[in-house]
């Protein structure tokens, strides 16, 4: 019955390595988006993927990439981890059309020692 | 590119109305603006949206000038529940896609 669901819930990794964040939503929603919270609580936008489409924050690294198998899923792959990547992140969708209605994850904690 | 400004936090009492305004300039003129609530450890839920004027479901209100530089969510008669930060949420001007998200307001309720 979960709305939008992120795999997996604590990540905890060292610098350098390669890991992956699944999202997957069940509201047959067209856009999806990635977001990266801080320990300030601060939201910030990372990508929106609709229609086959990526809009990318130009601030994010490049070793950020979504992936999109298909409209209801959207991982997270990130390269070469560094400390400042810590942080929450969140997996979020809504329907097309204006509205700003996202539903969003439960997050994904990621922790680079 | 939009900017939001709201107040880093504020405390009320239950059974208090709550208000907690976002400024915005730059907005984009066709999108709503949208307000979030966030409890600890969980991802922002949506609470209310609107264009101008008022608007007002079972949970909210919120007011938005005609400028709309600004806008006002409205919590009526709060409880110890509605501690969380409050997030407003806007288009940017000059993008389709550019998503403004304020740096959220914490509001924390008192017995």
């Known amino acids: 019955d979960t709305a939008v669901s992120q795999t997996p819930k604590y990540l905890v990794t060292q610098m350098g390595n390669d890991k992956s964040i699944k999202c997957e939503q069940n509201?047959?929603?067209?856009?999806m988006y990635w977001y990266k919270q801080d320990s300030k609580k601060f939201l910030k936008i990372m990508f929106s993927?609709?229609?086959?489409?990526?809009?990318i924050n130009e601030t994010v690294p490049n070793r950020f990439s979504p992936k999109s198998p298909d409209k209801a899923h959207l991982n997270l792959h990130i390269n070469s981890l560094e400390l400042g990547d810590s942080a929450v992140y969140f997996c979020?969708?809504?329907?097309?059309?204006?509205?700003?209605?996202?539903?969003f994850g439960p997050g994904t904690r990621l922790t680079v020692t | 590119l939009a900017k939001t400004t709201q107040p880093i936090s504020m405390d009320s009492y239950e059974g208090q109305e709550v208000n907690i305004t976002c400024s915005h300039n730059?907005?984009?003129?066709?999108?709503?603006i949208t307000w979030y609530q966030q409890f600890p450890s969980q991802g922002p839920r949506f609470i209310i949206q609107?264009?101008?004027?008022?608007v007002t479901n079972e949970v909210a209100s919120l007011f938005i000038p005609a400028d709309r530089k600004s806008s006002t969510l409205s919590l009526p008669r709060v409880s110890l529940s509605d501690t969380a930060v409050y997030y407003c949420?806007?288009?940017?001007?000059?993008?389709?896609?550019?998503?403004?998200w304020g740096a959220g307001t914490k509001l924390i309720i008192k017995p």
């Open positions: 730059n907005i984009a003129t066709n999108d709503y």
């Open positions: 979020a969708s809504r329907p097309s059309g204006p509205s700003y209605e996202q539903y």
């Open positions: 509201l047959g929603h067209d856009t």
């Open positions: 949420l806007v288009g940017d001007r000059g993008s389709n896609y550019q998503l403004i």
């Open positions: 993927y609709n229609n086959k489409e990526l809009i």
């Open positions: 609107g264009y101008k004027t008022k």
